[in-house]
């Protein structure tokens, strides 16, 4: 029987952020898993009772050009996560709180997509869940990252 290694969310995301920034994208903000050092961002709304009631906090945000990235990461394919980036830009539910994030960029696109660990099973899982993102990639503990789907040819 094959061992399987888990990657913590945190190495996925440490190995995306190297990858990123190597390619030439500047990292606006990022998060690790209950580590609150990620940005809260608020959704569309005039009056809101509660301060941080529907707030998101993305895994993370990079800049290259004319272009930014929304990633979610997760250690293992995670159904929600899909979910939640497809309702955020359909709807743009967000819009707000990242024009206000973004801007001092000349960002004219969001892309919205996810990071995960490079094991078949997430891949194949996630590689049904492409209607709701603009890119998956993955990635193993030797850092090598893999573009599985990349919509607008963004990388």
Not at 25 to 36: L, M, N, T
Not at 58 to 75: H, R, W
Not at 115 to 120: E, M, N, Q, T
Not at 132 to 146: G, H, P, Q, R, Y
């Amino acid at each position: 029987m094959a061992r399987c290694i888990i990657m913590k969310e945190e190495r996925v995301t440490i190995n995306i952020l190297d990858w990123l920034e190597n390619n030439g994208w500047q990292i606006i903000c990022f998060d690790f898993p209950q580590s609150g050092t990620g940005v809260l961002l608020h959704p569309n709304k005039k009056k809101r009772t509660e301060k941080n009631k529907g707030g998101i906090i993305p895994d993370i945000i990079a800049v290259k050009g004319e272009i930014a990235l929304f990633f979610e990461n997760k250690d293992r394919y995670y159904q929600p996560d899909f979910d939640k980036l497809y309702e955020i830009k359909i709807k743009n539910n967000y819009s707000d709180a990242l024009n206000k994030l973004l801007n001092d960029f000349e960002v004219k696109n969001i892309f919205y997509g996810i990071g995960i660990p490079s094991i078949d099973k997430y891949i194949s899982n996630s590689m049904k869940q492409l209607d709701k993102i603009d890119f998956l990639i993955s990635t193993n503990e030797k850092k090598e990252i893999e573009i599985h789907y990349d919509l607008m040819k963004i990388f």
